[in-house]
């Protein structure tokens, strides 16, 4: 195990802000985790757990440590009649993990194809795109407790997902790293075309709806819509669909008919931010050497150069805007070191 000091970590976190972290060590085995858990300098220092890098406002410079999950490996590790349970190590990358269950045929996480991130990252904003979250197939997690060094297995509900939340980014936030997630996929083939731009794709591509299919068409929705992080900086949707009681989207729907809001667990309704922020004049707008995409209000990209400052700065900025002109609070997605 190698411990770096003042790593870049510029290529580590896909809003390409400039970021350093004091310390920084890969964590490929339990071994690893083990050795910095008893090494009498670093385990005085605060830490901070690194997957992908893709849901993070980095500060120019991270005090303490940066662990980097780097486990990897995926296997089938138990079938039942109606089940697949499939484990993956946290290290592994999403996209990668998912289109191996799809090659292998197993199914289930189709339309959450190319999310940016890795396995262990998946849980803890519950992730999810096209009518799907994480939450629906995950079995159980285990992870590190870093108080005691112990493993602690949390079930689907221990992890308390919500809409981009869970029991991780609450009050487990810091004290457990993920250390790989277990699977339920159905063997019954349910598929979820209901989020309208599958179907027209489908269509567009003239085949029928198969996990493959689906998950060619998620990735030719989300290559159309969302920049690639490799070209041009950006976290995904930098905020979270505000929930709003019935009563508020009613009176903002007699203002603005055109108002996209969707039903949310029976009394309340979730409002599309990207919405909130294009009329409010954000889309495809700059301040400083960051903007909101010209393309999707709601993804905040780094045009080159810029620090977690510029990043507030605009976020503060289309937040405020978006309350004073609907009276609606809109929450940053990504994390926040
Ligand atoms: N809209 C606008 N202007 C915009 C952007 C969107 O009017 O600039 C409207 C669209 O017309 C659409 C509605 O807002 O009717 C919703 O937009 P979209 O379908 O693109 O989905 P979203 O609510 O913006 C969410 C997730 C995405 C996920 C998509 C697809 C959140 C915060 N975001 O976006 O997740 O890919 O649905 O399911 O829930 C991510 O988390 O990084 C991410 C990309």
């Known amino acids: 195990m190698q ?3 003042n790593k870049d970590l510029s290529t580590l976190n896909t809003l390409q802000l400039r970021s350093q972290a004091e310390h920084f060590v ?3 085995s339990p071994h690893d985790l083990l050795a910095v858990l008893g090494d009498s300098q670093l385990s005085k220092v605060s830490w901070h757990i690194l997957g992908g890098g893709s849901n993070l406002v ?10 980097k999950i780097a486990n990897q490996g995926r296997e089938l590790i138990h079938e039942d009649q109606e089940h697949w349970f499939v484990k993956a190590q946290a ?22 194809s190319l999310i940016p991130g890795t396995v262990g990252a998946a849980p803890i904003q519950n992730i999810g795109a096209y009518g799907v979250e994480v939450k629906d197939t995950l079995w159980e997690v285990t992870c590190f407790d870093l ?47 209901e989020y309208g731009d599958i179907r027209k794709e489908l269509d567009r ?7 493959r299919t689906i998950s060619r068409a998620v990735i030719h929705i989300r290559q159309t819509k969302l920049p690639d992080p490799q070209v041009i900086g950006n976290a995904g949707s930098f905020f979270k669909n505000p929930i709003v009681s019935k009563e508020l989207r009613d009176s903002l729907l007699l203002k603005h008919p055109d108002l996209v809001s969707f039903p949310y667990q029976e009394t309340q309704f979730k409002l599309a931010a990207g919405w909130l922020i294009d009329r409010a004049g954000w889309k495809g707008k700059k301040l400083g050497p960051v903007g909101m995409y010209e393309k999707q209000a709601l993804v905040l990209v780094n045009h080159g150069g810029a620090s977690s400052d510029d990043v507030w700065k605009l976020a503060n900025q289309v937040s405020l805007d978006v309350k004073n002109q609907f009276g609606v609070e809109i929450e940053p997605e990504p994390i926040r070191w």
């Open 26 to 28: 890969e964590l490929h």
């Open 205 to 211: 591509q003239h085949t029928e709806a198969n996990p």
């Open 147 to 193: 108080q005691t060094g112990n493993l602690k297995t949390f079930s689907n509900k221990e992890c308390r997902f919500s809409y981009r939340d869970s029991f991780f980014k609450q009050e487990g936030a810091g004290r457990y790293l993920v250390w790989d997630v277990t699977f339920r996929l159905p063997k019954k083939n349910t598929l979820h075309l």
């Open 91 to 112: 290290g592994e990358v999403w996209n990668e993990f998912v289109q191996w269950t799809l090659q292998q045929g197993y199914w289930g996480l189709e339309n959450l």
């Open 3 to 5: 411990i770096h000091t």
């Open 58 to 67: 980095l500060p120019s410079v991270v005090k303490g440590l940066v662990l």
